[in-house]
């Protein structure tokens, strides 16, 4: 059973549009991963934040962790921010360190020119 | 530049034969870990070192092995016990393994069976 939900499952939007994916998890946490795959497949961590808001050029990432809720948004998006989005919760009051994150299945986002 | 290095890009495995996937890195880190991704499914541990001489089971370790010799190595067997090997397989790194690091990936091996 996958713990971590996110929606939508595929995003199509058109160039210069906001973009928000979400992330919900069922069980409570101690931080939480946004990681981007690019078609090709590797994979590059864009955030890990544990409360609050991080902002980093057109990305920005959200956490309540009482709500267990995660956000990602991407300003002005563009096609080059064509990817699958996956957010991994990790669970607290766990020993151990990321062997213990959980992956969600991933957000597919395609931007048109 | 410091990364992870996954070799080959696309595998194919004939019944019954053993395979290994190559994972280098050059970040000097610690800790390293072996995922499986299959279509719409979220990434799956099968394996993670913390240590050089040392490794644990994840999730799913069942018909794979790895060994850690070297820090900078992590390499994985996908054995003929591994029934459903067609996948895509990812390696990362960390500083340390502790919470909350950030992980580096590889660009991933396809493995699919002839």
């Known amino acids: 059973k996958n713990e971590v939900e996110q929606s939508p499952q595929n995003l199509t939007a058109q160039e210069g549009e906001f973009i928000t994916i979400n992330c919900s998890y069922s069980?409570?946490?101690?931080?939480l991963h946004w990681l981007q795959q690019h078609p090709g497949g590797g994979i590059v961590s864009l955030f890990m934040?544990?409360?609050g808001k991080k902002k980093h050029g057109r990305l920005i990432a959200t956490i309540n962790i009482q709500e267990k809720h995660s956000s990602l948004h991407i300003t002005a998006s563009h096609p080059r921010d064509s990817a699958v989005y996956i957010c991994?919760?990790?669970?607290?009051?766990?020993?151990?360190?990321?062997?213990?994150?959980?992956f969600g299945k991933g957000t597919k986002l395609t931007v048109n020119p | 530049d410091g990364g992870i290095t996954q070799s080959p890009k696309y595998l194919f495995r004939k019944e019954g034969q053993n395979v290994t996937l190559s994972c280098e890195q050059n970040?000097?880190?610690?800790?390293m870990y072996w995922y499986r991704q299959d279509p719409g499914q979220g990434l799956r541990l099968i394996y993670y070192?913390?240590?050089?001489?040392?490794?644990q089971k994840g999730d799913i370790a069942e018909g794979y092995s790895v060994s850690r010799e070297k820090k900078e190595s992590f390499p994985l067997t996908v054995t003929s016990a591994q029934k459903n090997p067609t996948a895509f397989y990812l390696c990362?790194?960390?500083?340390?393994?502790?919470?909350?690091?950030?992980?580096?990936f590889g660009s991933g091996t396809q493995l699919s069976v002839l």
């Open positions: 069980v409570g946490i101690s931080a």
């Open positions: 990362a790194s960390s500083i340390s393994g502790r919470p909350n690091e950030k992980l580096f």
């Open positions: 970040l000097n880190h610690d800790a």
């Open positions: 934040l544990s409360s």
């Open positions: 070192s913390q240590i050089v001489n040392d490794f």
């Open positions: 991994a919760p990790r669970p607290p009051f766990l020993q151990g360190g990321s062997e213990k994150l959980v």
